[in-house]
């Protein structure tokens, strides 16, 4: 299993499980963690799966590709680490990884 910690805006935080291949929105909806709304399925066309990779896990994820990066470009409080939940997929790298979720979805 792969830990991943979701800080909502407010604070709260979430520590849940999931596994290799699986992406980071299916773990979010899968563990009942508010705040991703993933609007088009995961299929990288809405942008409403908005998370914040920690600077310390972001530099060990796949390059996001040109559709995941237009749309974080539309994104208004889009930060370093910015990423799409439904383009992350786990493995065993990340383990542990720190995601912060914007106080609200585009
Ligand atoms: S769920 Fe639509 S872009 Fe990720």
Do not use: Y
């Not at 979701?6 to 009942?32: C, I, Y």
């Not at 972001?58 to 939940?85: H, V, W």
């Amino acid at each position: 299993m792969i830990k991943i910690i979701f800080k909502e805006h407010s604070g709260a935080v979430h520590e849940v499980t999931g596994t290799e291949g699986e992406s980071l929105m299916d773990v979010a909806m899968n563990n009942m963690v508010p705040g991703i709304d993933g609007d088009c399925g995961g299929d990288c066309a809405c942008g409403t799966c908005h998370v914040i990779v920690a600077a310390d896990w972001a530099n060990k994820l796949a390059q996001a590709n040109g559709e995941e990066d237009a749309l974080i470009g539309m994104t208004p409080d889009k930060q370093d680490g910015s990423r799409l939940a439904c383009q992350v997929v786990l493995n065993g790298d990340l383990d542990g990884m720190e995601v912060t979720l914007p106080e609200f979805q585009m």
